[in-house]
């Protein structure tokens, strides 16, 4: 893989003083080296996308569907390649890096669709020989920026909803996965995208964010990524005026009640836990148990833990890869020794996998109350906290107990208590009886400190529209 910028329809070497590395979380080899780019890069990535966005613009929402439905294409083609690398950089297992690429092709397809649907309205006048107008147009040049744990489908998300707005953009994916981005730039050239409708820059992120903050030519941020840096991001995007969807953080509780079947949510919630090594947003984290099948419950997520195949990502066997890189692997160390430390009883995992690679054993961590960081703090790894709960009042404090709201999941059979979790669960998505946080066609987003605004489904192509009223007389 060769690794480069993409600026202005160019694969192009950076022209920055630092050098990036990129790093096998599975066997701690280096995979590549690339220059970052300079702020000489960064502002010909702006400008290559204001000069696309006068055209993209105007180009009818028909060609525009047609062109991202090409993206689509391409990215199925190349899906074998695309997978591949998505598990050399991030570990993810094989068979789950081919699920991820199936669906950022299904972002553009969706979003394909939707361009299509951009409609306005019209509002009746109070008067005669007047007519009133709501138009949507699209925000301008978007900045986007995107973590390393979905290498493909945020990427896809972002571009596809931004160009099927009539936006362009600017994407400053991860350096730690810059070939799975660069991947999807191919695509997007191979497919006919105008030159300069999709760049992609690679460096400093905090350098990079200050200058698309304060560009007077990028009219809209989008992120996804940690809390806080998600909110000095929205801080800043606010300073100079901007639009800003913020996608953070997440700590999603899953409420387990007497009626539900147990083994059945517990080998479901162990395959959603450990998916990714557990660094998904919407991971399930917090179980919290009816304290009648408390001890049966954790008994048998358990037991579905301890069968977890944690392998190298290629082998087909493998159910759970390595965390990222060194930095996760610590963070997820330290956050399970404080939990015992505070009292947590360990009942499954607790350690790093001795050998090449960052791996960590699937973790369960018995909780009584909150003292240990961990009951407060994203884990963002394999760590799956189990909490007894006596009554459906209990059980959604504690839901609520956090600052965050991004994804909550409930499992029971009464279909009362499921209305009152729905109601009062503070949460951006909340699922029962299912583990699906997001889809293409569906509006994901968090309340509280876990951001801003939507993604996905037509409430997320929205998002890059701004509203003008046009009240026109004179026509009686």
């Known amino acids: 893989m060769k690794y480069s910028q993409y600026i202005d329809g160019e694969f192009r070497a950076g022209t920055g003083q630092a050098e990036l590395v990129l790093v096998s979380p599975a066997t701690d080899e280096e995979l590549g080296r690339y220059r970052a ?7 010909r990535a702006i400008g290559g996308a204001h000069r696309a966005y006068g055209t993209w613009r105007r180009t009818s929402p028909t060609l525009r ?8 294409q391409e990215m199925r083609g190349d ?6 690398q998505i598990t050399l950089e991030l570990g993810k297992p094989l068979s789950e890096a081919r699920k991820e690429v199936d669906t950022a092709a299904e972002m553009f397809e969706w979003a394909a669709e939707e361009a299509r649907r951009l409609y306005g309205r019209l509002i009746p006048a109070r008067t005669q020989g007047v007519q009133q107008l709501v138009k949507l147009e699209p925000y301008g040049v978007v900045a986007g920026f995107a973590g390393w744990n979905a290498p493909a489908i945020t990427p896809a998300r972002k571009i596809s909803g931004a160009l099927a707005a009539g936006c362009t953009i600017v994407l400053k994916p991860s350096e730690e996965t810059a070939g799975v981005a660069l991947l999807i730039a191919q695509a997007c050239e191979r497919a006919g995208l105008p030159q300069g409708a999709v760049n992609m820059v690679f460096g400093d992120p905090a350098s990079i964010a200050d200058q698309l903050c304060t560009s007077s030519r990028v009219s809209m941020i ?9 909110k000095l991001l ?20 899953v409420v387990v009640w007497h009626d539900a079947d147990i083994d059945e949510v517990a080998a479901a919630g162990v395959a959603a836990k450990f998916r990714n090594a557990g660094q998904v947003c919407t991971s399930p984290t917090r179980f919290l148990v009816h304290k009648n099948i408390f001890d049966d419950f954790c008994e048998r997520f358990v037991a579905h833990t301890r069968a977890l195949a944690v ?7 493998s159910r759970m890869g390595p965390l990222k890189n060194k930095r996760r692997l610590a963070a997820i160390d330290a956050l399970v020794r404080n939990a015992v430390d505070c009292g947590a009883t360990l009942i499954a995992g607790g350690c790093a996998i001795e050998g090449r690679g960052y791996f960590y054993q699937p973790t369960v961590l018995a909780l009584r109350d909150r003292r240990a960081e961990v009951s407060r703090m994203e884990p963002f790894g394999p760590v799956a906290l189990m909490m007894p709960v006596e009554d459906a009042d209990e059980a959604i404090a504690e839901a609520n107990a956090l600052p965050f709201g991004l994804a909550a999941y409930a499992f029971t059979n ?10 009062e669960i503070e949460s951006g998505v909340v699922c029962i009886n299912d583990l699906q946080a997001s889809l293409p066609e569906t509006p994901f987003g968090g309340f509280k400190d876990s951001g801003l605004g939507s993604e996905g489904g037509e409430e997320g192509l929205r998002e890059f529209l701004r509203v003008k009223c046009v009240r026109q007389g004179g026509l009686a």
């Open 234 to 253: 929205g801080a800043k995007a606010a300073l100079h005026m901007k639009k800003a969807t913020l996608e953070l953080g997440g700590h999603a509780p």
């Open 414 to 423: 009464d279909m009362k208590l499921a209305h009152r979790l729905v109601n």
């Open 65 to 72: 569907s047609e062109l991202l439905r090409k993206v689509a």
């Open 37 to 43: 780019a300079s702020p000489d890069d960064v502002e």
């Open 311 to 317: 392998k190298d990502p290629f082998d087909p066997q």
């Open 222 to 230: 989008t992120f996804t990524g940690g809390t806080e840096v998600g």
């Open 79 to 84: 899906s074998d390649n695309l997978s591949r």
